[in-house]
Nanobody, 124 residues
Framework: QVQLVESGGGLVQAGGSLRLSCAAS????????MAWFRQTPGKEREFVALINRITGHTYYADSVKGRFTISRDNADNTVYLQMNSLKPEDTAVYYCASRSYSGVSQSVGMYDLWGQGTQVTVSS
């Protein structure tokens, strides 16, 4: 069975950078899109970025565009989220997700495989 495991979260000061990684484990992995979402207590899970795993095309939420970069290493079944110029409002648990069907989506419900999440805390 395929599992997604996030890593790279931690505590950073405003203006700093972090790089999150999400590795897929398992003998078989099929994904058309991978995405990052984030969630804070009392709020809905929020779309951050996605990448078409086949074409490499990317999409970003307006709140992170220009600061975050999503990338992939298909050979290693890994997706990354480079986060620069971090702000306190970026503080959240970050989740990676995979969509095993064609097409791309920014909706939580369209992803069928999720990681456990990694905490990112940005201090002011």
């Amino acid at each position: 069975q395929v599992q997604l495991v996030e890593s790279g979260g931690g505590l950073v000061q405003a203006g700093g950078s972090l790089r999150l990684s999400c590795a897929a484990s398992g003998r078989t992995f099929s994904s058309y899109a991978m995405a990052w979402f984030r969630q804070t207590p009392g709020k809905e899970r929020e779309f951050v970025a996605l990448i078409n795993r086949i074409t490499g095309h990317t999409y970003y939420a307006d709140s992170v565009k220009g600061r975050f970069t999503i990338s992939r290493d298909n050979a290693d079944n890994t997706v990354y989220l480079q986060m620069n110029s971090l702000k306190p409002e970026d503080t959240a648990v970050y989740y990676c997700a995979s969509r095993s069907y064609s097409g791309v989506s920014q909706s939580v419900g369209m992803y069928d495989l999720w990681g456990q999440g990694t905490q990112v805390t940005v201090s002011s």
